[in-house]
């Protein structure tokens, strides 16, 4: 009776070691057959069409050094991209159908606005980064906010508006934006014909005058970091009036736009009390160039759970997150959904890790992964690390 | 052989116990004897020693009335009213109650079958016969109120009292006194604005699945008082959900009990954005109903889309990819 | 055991008895499963592999331990694994050790990408290990001793006198010399990193840890003149 336990606790072992041994071997055919569906050739966003769904395209190093120097990709997949030596972003249902939209879009009439909702990590920002690509492509004029989270609920520091009476200023983020927006627009901003409108008075001895290039403003705003959050206002004021003109083509992009409507921020006044969203300076430049009152635009934004304090993190659909306020504001706006992979999307982000060397393959893994992650593609990302 | 001796003893002294009832129904020649054979030391000079106790008769129990009953007795006439159970007269081999080991204990000293009412005295025809006796007393039933639906709308207030009766000093019961109307509040013919403001006055009262509004009374010794009070209750509802008070014009959105997309910003943006009146612009209905259903039935997946949609119609987009 | 316990104290008779069969029934230390329970197999391979001999029905009826919460049938499970897991925690924090070890394996491959990314030739890429496994195994088993030390009282001095080593004990040596490597280190650098580079460092047979293994061999070859208190 107690003999063949112990048999068997010695074969259990041997079978241990057979299975350390099974480790070692790295190659699997079926995923060889695979490789070439993918992965897309196709480099420009602007020839990606339904049949590219669930393949992986490459963001170019030059692009990406103009669009996302300053924020915009999540840190998680830069981390990615830098492991992988190179940047590849998946092309997806919500993105195509947002640029499908773009490409429909009668210019001429009120902007559209676009709402980006689904749970967390889900890639509500890369689909952002798509979009965004395809509006560089495209030369569009990019007004990108990598993450409004970061100006409400961690900015660098914040002081009283000089010129607005009970506002708070956060001139050190201003003018980062200042940076991000200018780095992002280079080739735009250096045409002749985008002009201010009007003179910009900052005080008594520094004036913007009428008619001198938007190049300067910003160039101003980044200088005199102390007046970088009015000139932010300034320049989306500008830039409604030169769309509305027809000089230039708009796209407004903002991550985490619900942090716009979301009464808990963590600016505070020099009492340290807590500051309303609206009475931060940079609000309300946004705000106003997310209404639908101009042309030659498209208004894409995202909500997010995490741009909320955790305590309210109670649903990820837009009307919650974005609050009776926010939903006023933008309606009537086309909700896209970002949902969780599809069995096609999980396999092709499991054979691009495979070819990208990322996780060894073995039997059963891609049930295994996307069981255990529930095709959510951060959780899928967070398990294939380790694996 | 000592446990032997032990039994012995047991067995004579049962044999004692049981003939003593004996002895003492021979008592009155024996006792004399006895006197005389012992004197019993009387120290104290008490008068007597304590006498044996007289043994009670034990009364014997008839045997129960079930074991006379015929097979076709009047069921009717032995168990003629409401009463609590009683197993002499009732000829049923009835069980109830538990016990941890063993069947359940018969009905006779059951405490259990006692307890639980029972409805022994409505047998069928027990009910037919008291129906048929009560038949001369009745009128013939309107030909007006053939269905539900006539009675709705000849009588659309339903008023429910209860009588008791029972073997007590007093013959009120306090329960009698609670008066019950019910009735539809389609049958008001109310308004849109007096009928919120009458659902805001009965509150609680109103149940929306049924639409009906019930008012219980019971703050009136009397029925009669309460019906009059629930009356009351009902006529001062009705004028005053038709009454407009001044302050009701401040009602602000944050008031509304629910979503009406006609009265909200939501409108107001859209007539902005086209640039023309409500009724101009295509494909708004199904939009604002979208917005309604948004607002009203609380957010969704479902509910979402089909508001993504219906802008999509709104703003000429084309239609969002099949999934 | 229970039910039979109650089952006896209710028949007072036999109480006497009850001792008896209690040093019948074998206690295994503080485990709640007498020692002729055995371990559960909880791999499907291995279930597989006993149908296919004819052994799962000998063990339909055999007692067995139920499986601890670690030992699943994923693919991903590794049995020595766990064990570095359970020797990284303190204070019973598994799932701060598991996400600890996890990160390692994370790190491991990431510098390991980096290095096989600036590779010139494919030569020179095939001889990187990419995965983390097979890294972390080539490491514990680089890093095992075979002898030891072990202070030997003789004549009022204490000598260090080399005797050999069990596997167990090797395998336990080598991984906790691995963690404490992994946490001597500067204070922004995280522990899950430092790991990384000492488990890559080991897995090449070079580093800190091979070479405190080294340094025991030596010891244990310097006081081999000892080797005889071991047994006199």
Not at chain 1, 273 to 290: A, M, R
Not at chain 3, 96 to 122: G, M, N
């Amino acid at each position: 009776m107690l003999k063949r336990p112990e048999r068997f606790i010695i074969k259990c072992a041997q079978l241990h070691n057979s299975y350390i041994q099974s480790l070692h071997t790295t190659v699997c055919l079926s995923s060889q057959e695979r490789l070439q569906s993918f992965r897309t050739n196709e480099e420009n966003p602007l020839n990606h069409n339904e049949s590219n769904t669930a393949q992986f395209y490459k963001l170019l190093e030059s692009d990406k050094a103009k669009l996302f120097v300053h924020g915009g990709l999540p840190k998680s997949f830069e981390t990615q991209a830098k492991t992988f030596n190179e940047t590849c972003l998946m092309i997806r249902q919500p993105a195509l159908d947002v640029i499908n939209c773009m490409k429909n879009i009668d210019y001429n009439k009120p902007a559209v606005r676009f709402v980006l909702y689904g749970k967390k990590g889900t890639g509500k920002s890369l689909a952002m980064a798509h979009i965004l690509h395809y509006a560089f492509k495209q030369d569009f004029l990019i007004v990108h906010v990598p993450w409004v989270g970061n100006w409400m609920r961690r900015c660098k520091e914040q002081s009283n508006s000089e010129s607005k009476e009970g506002y708070i200023d956060i001139n050190l983020d201003a003018a980062g934006w200042l940076l991000h927006f200018k780095t992002q627009n280079a080739h735009i901003l250096s045409k002749p014909k985008l002009k201010t409108s009007r003179d910009h008075v900052w005080s008594k001895r520094e004036t913007t005058p009428k008619d001198s290039p938007l190049l300067e403003l910003i160039e101003h705003g980044i200088a005199r970091i102390k007046y970088a959050s009015e000139t932010v206002n300034a320049i989306c004021e500008e830039i409604k009036i030169l769309s509305n003109d027809g000089k230039c083509r708009t796209i407004v992009a903002i991550d985490g736009y619900n942090a716009f409507f979301y009464r808990i921020t963590r600016v505070f006044t020099v009492k340290k009390e807590p500051v309303l969203p609206e009475k931060v300076t940079l609000t309300e430049g946004f705000l106003n160039l997310t209404k639908f009152d101009w042309k030659n635009g498209v208004i894409i934004v995202t909500v997010d759970e995490i741009a909320i304090a955790e305590k309210d993190q109670i649903s990820h659909l837009p009307r919650y997150l974005l609050g009776k306020q926010g939903f006023e504001h933008l309606d009537p706006f086309v909700p896209i959904l970002v949902s969780n992979y599809t069995k096609k999307e999980v396999l092709s982000c499991l054979d691009y890790y495979k070819e990208r060397k990322w996780i060894q393959p073995y039997p059963g893994l891609e049930n295994e992964v996307e069981f255990v992650s529930a095709s959510n593609p951060y959780k899928l990302m967070k398990i294939c690390a380790s694996l | 052989m000592l446990s032997y001796s032990r039994s012995f003893e047991k067995f004579l002294f049962s044999n004692v116990e049981k003939s003593l009832p004996f002895s003492i129904a021979y008592s009155t020649e024996v006792k004399k004897e006895v006197k005389e054979e012992f004197r019993v030391l009387n120290l104290k000079n008490v008068k007597r020693q304590t006498q044996p106790k007289r043994a009670q008769k034990q009364l014997e129990a008839l045997p129960p009335r079930t074991n006379k009953m015929p097979v076709d007795q009047d069921w009717g006439s032995v168990w003629p009213g409401p009463r609590s159970f009683h197993p002499a007269s009732v000829p049923l081999p009835v069980r109830q109650g538990y016990v941890e080991k063993g069947v359940a204990p018969d009905k006779y000293a059951n405490a259990e079958l006692i307890k639980i009412p029972n409805f022994l005295h409505l047998t069928p025809p027990v009910i037919k016969r008291q129906c048929e006796a009560l038949k001369k007393f009745c009128t013939p039933w309107p030909k007006a109120l053939e269905n539900d639906k006539e009675c709705e709308k000849h009588f659309p207030i339903e008023v429910t009292s209860s009588d008791y009766c029972h073997s007590a000093p007093t013959i009120r019961n306090p329960l009698a006194r609670i008066v019950t109307i019910k009735f539809k509040l389609s049958s008001l013919n109310l308004n849109e604005r007096a009928k919120d403001k009458f659902l805001r006055l009965v509150g609680e009262r109103y149940n929306k699945e049924t639409d009906t509004v019930a008012i219980v009374t019971d703050r009136c010794p009397l029925k009669k008082q309460n019906y009059d009070y629930a009356m009351y209750l009902l006529t001062a509802c009705y004028h005053e959900s038709w009454n407009v008070e001044p302050w009701e014009e401040l009602k602000s959105e944050a008031d509304m009990e629910y979503y009406d997309w006609s009265k909200n910003a939501s409108k107001k943006s859209v007539e902005a954005l086209f640039g023309k009146q409500t009724e101009d612009i295509p494909n708004v209905k199904e939009y604002s109903e979208a917005v309604s259903t948004l607002m009203n039935e609380g957010e969704s997946e479902y509910s979402v889309t089909k508001y993504g949609d219906s802008v999509r119609k709104l703003l000429g987009l084309p239609d969002a990819p099949k999934t | 055991m229970a039910t039979i316990k109650t089952f006896f104290s209710k028949s007072g008779l036999f109480k006497q008895r009850i001792c008896v069969i209690k040093s019948c029934i074998q206690q295994n230390g503080m485990s709640s499963y007498p020692s002729f329970y055995i371990n559960p197999i909880y791999k499907k391979e291995e279930q597989e592999q006993l149908k296919k001999e004819g052994e799962l029905s000998k063990l339909t009826h055999v007692p067995t331990r139920a499986a601890l919460n670690d030992q699943t049938c994923s693919f991903t499970q590794d049995p020595d694994l766990n064990l570095f897991t359970n020797y990284c925690m303190s204070d019973g924090k598994k799932v701060l050790a598991r996400s600890q070890v996890e990160q390692t394996l994370e790190s491991i491959k990431r510098l390991q990408l980096e290095k096989y990314h600036k590779c010139k030739t494919d030569e020179d890429r095939a001889k990187i290990e990419l995965n983390p496994k097979v890294v972390f195994h080539k490491a514990v088993e680089n890093c095992k001793p075979i002898l030891q030390l072990t202070p030997i009282k003789r004549g009022g001095v204490k000598y260090q006198v080399p005797v050999p080593i069990t596997a167990k004990r090797a395998q336990f040596m080598s991984m906790k010399w691995l963690i404490s490597a992994g946490k001597e280190k500067e204070k922004p650098v995280r522990f899950h990193l430092q790991l990384a580079r000492e488990l890559i460092d080991a897995s090449n047979n070079s580093g800190r840890v091979v070479k405190k293994k080294q340094d025991l061999h030596k010891q244990c070859e310097a006081n081999r003149a000892y080797a005889h208190y071991r047994w006199s």
